[in-house]
């Protein structure tokens, strides 16, 4: 029932801001129908895609050019197998009415969600596909209304499938991992519904056979689109390295910060739970309970990357007793005088555009602007109300409106900043001014214990609060240790050279020297 009482609340909420982006435009209808081997009526977001021909298996969005692709979508109910719906391309559609696509050679495919994940994850086994349909010489405007059957579920990746199975096989054979589901009583009363914790434990090399030996723990957690699976992936790349003795050897726990939401990034909040109180009063003392760590602030430690980067920058900010230090990499916006760019608390602050009109980028990819803030928002807004990057940010640092849905920060269809809003976030969520209100009472704790680490060329333009951030913690005398790497983007910062992930040997290392000062850890040579 959380999924189904979440989309009920954003679906009241949110679907007449998406649906206002865009003025009235001709009508250009894709029949979609439900196969007749479907075993029962199906509820959920109904998506067109619609692309110039190439030949492709699939017809889906491209990350880094989303205006490649024409999505428009309509919610279904009920729909029953062997029953069809009109989507309408100049409704609710990405990125403008489809009466205003030249004539030309496409391809369509439809997409039926029925878990409203797709802004979160892409298509998953539940959703229901298309083939792809050839739609050649055709005209939005004056050709036959394309018909496209929902007949089947999509294939899992083949690559990612059999990482994962092995993944699964090498940690049960080294007894080298343990899958986590704890449920919390703190976010079971606030969704009145049994709501776990759920984590990998990634033990180290030696770990079973030294049953007196404790270790330091460090507690991880992803960016935006990550699940459990890939928690065991990066948890096993990190036991490999381990194992290599390239990591000292420690305790992991891999976090799902993932929810029907999107992420809520371990923070406690109005619209997600708490969830920074379940991880640090309930789920932290059980595992030090039932597996052999430190259980001691300098012997937590904490790294995430992105949203995971956020979620590890707030937790060592708010329970600074709790946790020894925290390596952030490339962290969404700390300081919202630069949320991704924009400057949320200017007067007459708009997420799409400067005061002179020029757009706000939101993503680059060798200096070269690849998206726009706006781009990225009405796409979302398409594809769904739930589970995107920025309903997401309404969910943990929105206040609650009286449907019960968390208020948007911006307007969907123009992109003005709401300020009440906004003041909601700078009070609880803007992590310079936490640090700045409270550094009387967490000085002493906080002081040393801030690591961030982010390229000059991240994607997302995450550098640009980071220096922010690192100047008022210098302001406070907070001893801040940030690094920007040359020339490093999002996706590519912890690698090193040809070795992926080499950055978690530095930060393992630091983290050790924390927790162990002055003990050698690595294997003779």
């Not at 009363?189 to 049994?194: L, Q």
């Not at 390596?327 to 608390?345: I, Q, V």
């Amino acid at each position: 029932m959380l999924r189904r009482i979440g989309l009920h609340l954003a679906l009241a909420a949110v679907p007449a801001l998406a649906q206002t982006a865009q003025p009235a435009a001709p009508h250009v209808f894709f029949r979609v129908s439900l196969s007749s081997a479907a075993p029962k009526p199906l509820d959920g977001r109904v998506l067109v895609f619609v692309k110039l021909g190439s030949g492709d298996k699939e017809v889906n969005t491209e990350e880094f050019a989303p205006e490649a692709t024409w999505v428009a979508a309509r919610e279904v109910h009920d729909l029953a197998p062997g029953a069809s719906v009109e989507v309408d391309g100049g409704d609710l559609a990405f990125p403008a009415s489809f009466a205003t696509m030249p004539s030309g050679a496409y391809e369509a495919q439809a997409v039926l969600d029925p878990n409203h994940t797709y802004n979160y994850s892409g298509r998953g086994p539940d959703d229901w596909i298309s083939s792809v349909v050839a739609l050649s010489g055709w005209s939005p405007m004056s050709g036959p209304e394309p018909v496209l059957t929902l007949d089947r579920n999509p294939t899992p990746d083949p690559l990612r499938t059999a990482a994962l199975e092995t993944a699964k096989v090498k940690a049960a054979q080294s007894s080298a991992a343990e899958q986590i589901g704890f449920e919390s009583p703190a976010l079971t009363s606030f969704w009145g519904k049994p709501t776990r914790i759920k984590a990998w434990i990634i033990l180290p090399p030696g770990y079973t056979d030294h049953p007196k030996e404790r270790y330091p723990t460090a507690y991880w957690t992803f960016g935006f689109g990550g699940n459990l699976d890939s928690a065991l992936l990066s948890g096993m790349s990190i036991r490999k390295r381990m194992d290599a003795g390239t990591m000292p050897p420690m305790i992991w726990v891999m976090l799902d910060e993932s929810c029907p939401q999107g992420t809520h990034e371990f923070a406690d909040s109005v619209n997600d739970g708490p969830w920074g109180t379940a991880l640090t009063t309930e789920f932290i003392p059980w595992l030090e309970q039932h597996y052999r760590m430190d259980a001691k602030a300098t012997g937590r430690l904490l790294n995430g990357h992105s949203s995971g980067g956020w979620a590890t920058l707030q937790l060592q900010i708010n329970y600074p007793q709790i946790f020894g230090g925290t390596w952030s990499t490339s962290p969404d916006p700390s300081d919202f005088h630069d949320f991704t760019g924009p400057d949320l608390y200017a007067v007459g602050a708009n997420v799409y555009h400067r005061a002179d009109r020029t757009p706000y980028p939101i993503m680059r990819d060798q200096g070269k602007v690849i998206a726009t803030l706006e781009e990225f928002a009405r796409l979302e807004a398409v594809l769904g109300p739930w589970g995107g990057q920025m309903s997401s940010f309404d969910w943990v640092f929105s206040p609650r409106s009286p449907s019960g849905a968390p208020v948007p920060m911006f307007d969907r269809a123009t992109g003005a900043v709401d300020p009440i809003v906004v003041q909601y976030w700078h009070d609880h969520y803007d992590l310079a001014n936490v640090v700045e209100t409270t550094w009387a009472q967490r000085g002493t704790l906080l002081k040393g214990r801030i690591h961030l680490i982010v390229g000059t060329a991240d994607t997302f333009y995450l550098d640009g609060a980071a220096h922010l951030f690192e100047a008022r913690l210098a302001k406070l005398g907070a001893d801040p240790h940030f690094n920007y790497l040359p020339g490093k983007a999002h996706f590519d910062l912890y690698n090193v050279g040809e070795n992926r992930g080499a950055l978690f040997d530095q930060i393992g290392t630091e983290m050790y020297s924390v927790a162990r000062p002055g003990v050698e850890w690595r294997k003779p040579k």
